[in-house]
């Protein structure tokens, strides 16, 4: 295992990857460490990393008195970490319905699945525009999306769609142009507005990972302009992930 400290409590985990290991861009794996008692100490993470990279990354914030959260600070490189033989999780762009536009809505770590998947090949040659919008309390916690500026400016993968970042600050005045929470920027248009496009039915599909009070809020400031969410049987023009909770 290795880690990168972004901010004192925003951290990056590197994990070598099992060659068994499968998993879809945008799930999620079960991460453990293990105590002083021998115990595993499991959280569920996105995985930040793309599908065919060797290990795996994954995007945590150290929570005070959190059991994960101790164990990963006091980690150094090349300590043991585990992770489950399977990965889960419903936040692909297969569960999207057709349709030109995606928007990827994230608040925190819930960046992480969004990274993995700007590095699936067949994502920049299914859409044509591709917006991300990350939310973060302070300017520093945007460090850990540079990859995603780095292809707004500098795409390295060919195919059609046209990349907008947009970073949002919501407490350092001045830091971002955008500086209001993601539901309130999407409700009075002002996230339209930012990246150049409408955001509606008929083109748009989004998918949203972060808060919990984010994404509901999202979910019916959407629901009330058509949007459906996917189900198992049925795509729909909006997808979640449903697995957070408080961690690590």
Do not use: K
């Amino acid at each position: 295992m290795s880690i990168r400290r972004w901010t004192d409590t925003l951290l990056s985990v590197r994990v070598t990857r099992d060659p068994a290991f499968r998993f879809t861009a945008g799930h999620y794996a079960r991460l453990g460490l293990v105590g002083r008692e021998g115990e595993a100490v499991v959280r569920p993470l996105s995985i930040a990393s793309a599908a065919t990279d060797p290990h795996l990354d994954f995007l945590c914030t150290l929570v005070p008195g959190g059991a994960f959260s101790a164990l990963l600070s006091a980690s150094m490189a090349g300590d043991a970490a585990e992770v489950d033989r399977a990965s889960y999780g419903f936040l692909t762009v297969g569960a999207l319905a057709p349709g030109p536009d995606l928007w990827l809505l994230a608040s925190g770590t819930g960046l992480a699945p969004f990274l993995s998947i700007l590095l699936e090949p067949t994502v920049r040659t299914s859409f044509e525009r591709i917006v991300v919008v990350h939310s973060v309390r302070i300017a520093a916690e945007l460090a850990a999306a540079r990859d995603v500026a780095r292809l707004e400016r500098e795409p390295a993968m060919p195919g059609r769609a046209c990349l907008r970042y947009l970073p949002v600050v919501t407490r350092e005045p001045g830091a971002s142009t955008l500086s209001s929470r993601i539901p309130a920027l999407l409700e009075d248009g002002r996230l339209a507005a930012a990246a150049g496009i409408p955001i509606d039915v008929e083109r748009s599909r989004v998918m949203t990972c972060g808060n919990p009070a984010m994404a509901r809020d999202v979910r019916r400031i959407l629901a009330a302009r058509g949007f459906r969410p996917t189900r198992r049987s049925a795509p729909g023009q909006m997808v979640f992930e449903n697995y957070w909770q408080e961690r690590p």
